[in-house]
């Protein structure tokens, strides 16, 4: 009985061995997928170009010349 068992338990151990190069090679073509989809990933992300356009300062300018010509007027007087 305690034979039978043990043999059971080899044959089952063995049966995994025999399945564990399958599971690892779909894994690492799975792997191997994921990478190739990260690939594109980073090279499209390399391709794009966003360009922000230069601010409008002339209102702020409009603004430090008004105050500055305060500023001017006060120490003036």
Partial sequence: MKEEIIQSVLEELLE??????????????????????????EDKVAKLKIEVPAPNLRPVEELLAAHNRKIQAIIAA
């Fill in 16 to 41: 995994g061995q025999k399945e564990s190069p399958v599971s690892l090679g779909l894994l690492t073509a799975a792997i191997e997928k994921q990478s190739d989809k990260i690939t594109e990933i």
